[in-house]
């Protein structure tokens, strides 16, 4: 049974750095074929897909976020983390980290962790 639980402060403040930490278990985060990804939600915008890094290392990203985002990997931990640069109270907003399976569309998203308010506010 794969787990992913999201980690980290719920309250960024304007123009700061937002970093979160994906600790995985129950499967290894460099075990083919999966795909290690960032979503968020909020009212305005819904779901969006932020990024992902692959299980062999590779970083794909949304290309609206690329500028300021970065998704890296720590294999002895299993974890993976997100930062987002230079937010902005548009970025508001429920995070979740989840697995990437193969196939389309959000269905391919089989594990998600519980996801984690972060406000941003000064």
């Known amino acids: 049974q794969v787990q992913l639980q999201e980690s980290g402060p719920g309250l960024v403040k304007p123009s700061q750095t937002l970093s979160l930490t994906c600790t995985v278990s129950?499967?290894?985060?460099?075990?083919?074929?999966?795909?290690w990804t960032w979503i968020r939600q909020s009212p305005g915008k819904g779901l969006e897909w932020m990024g992902a890094?692959?299980?062999?290392?590779?970083?794909y990203y949304n290309p609206s976020l690329k500028s300021r985002t970065s998704i890296s990997r720590d294999t002895s931990k299993n974890q993976f983390s997100l930062q987002l640069s230079s937010v902005t109270p548009e970025d508001a907003a429920v995070y979740y980290c989840a697995r990437d399976a193969p196939g389309e569309g959000w269905s391919s998203l089989d594990y998600w962790g519980q996801g984690t308010q972060v406000t941003v506010s000064s």
């Open positions: 890094v692959t299980y062999s290392g590779t970083t």
């Open positions: 129950g499967g290894s985060i460099t075990t083919n074929p999966y795909y």
